[in-house]
């Protein structure tokens, strides 16, 4: 992917079941979840302009990216070796991608949820480095209020964890934490020096919602069908590699 490194986190804790997995098939297995979320970013984030202020870390060099091969949702050792390695490169952003996680999205949640716990707990109380979010592949478009519109929006091929350094949410002076704790890392112009009258979820949330209005949601989620389309051809070769 453009302008990301690849964190080196999920090879320090390779997880059982990806190491059964030769390393050539490893690295196409990388290869291709990192093109597949490339795709989401081009054509759905940019293309749309849904995030405008996520440009500052995407042209800042300052995105991190991680692909883990595990298959097991209780598994949380390459997740946070992956975080440790974040925190040691000085990334503000990062995308954990779980290609051969088959979890449904409230399951994914979940996940995320024992991540960010997890890595909670190796910090003193209140000073974790990062917040997360949590975006999965299934989600239908709910137009009725910005807020339903999320998921549909944070439908990226893979399930996918977004990580931010604590300090730029200080930094744009976003507003207090909402419910989760979970913001969306996409939405922040890491140069952005003004704080918004409205909270910032909020704000984007709307104008999300009138872009998607604009452009109609037949033809975003044409867009979202066909990398889903993508995947599943794409993953069910490396799947048949796998097997021979």
């Known amino acids: 992917m453009p ?58 060099g300052s995105r991190r990216a991680s692909v883990l091969l595990q298959t097991a949702p209780e598994d949380l050792d390459a997740s946070l070796a992956s975080i440790a390695a974040l925190g040691e490169s000085g990334g503000e952003v990062a995308f954990l991608i779980y290609p051969r996680l088959a979890v449904d999205r409230r399951a994914f949640e979940e996940f995320a949820t024992s991540v960010r716990e997890a890595d909670a707990a190796r910090h003193e109380l209140g000073q974790a480095p990062f917040v997360f979010a949590a975006f999965h592949p299934d989600a239908e478009a709910d137009v009725r209020a910005a807020e339903r519109l999320i998921p549909f929006l944070r439908r990226t091929p893979d399930p996918t964890l977004q990580l931010l350094r604590a300090n730029v949410l200080e930094r744009v002076r976003a507003g207090s934490p909402q419910g989760t704790q979970f913001v969306d890392p996409l939405s922040l112009d890491l140069s952005a020096p003004e704080v918004p009258a409205v909270p910032l979820r909020e704000q984007i949330a709307s104008a999300n919602l009138e872009t998607i209005g604009r452009v109609g949601v037949d033809e975003v989620k044409r867009r979202l069908d066909d990398m889903r389309h993508d995947r599943e051809v794409t993953y069910a070769r490396l799947a048949r590699r796998g097997e021979a």
């Open 3 to 60: 302008e990301t490194d690849v964190l080196d986190g999920s090879r320090k804790a390779a997880t059982a079941d990806a190491l059964g997995l030769s390393a050539s098939l490893r690295a196409e297995w990388t290869r291709e979840a990192l093109r597949l979320h490339d795709r989401y970013e081009r054509e759905i984030v940019d293309a749309l302009a849904l995030c405008p202020w996520a440009r500052g870390s995407r042209g800042g």
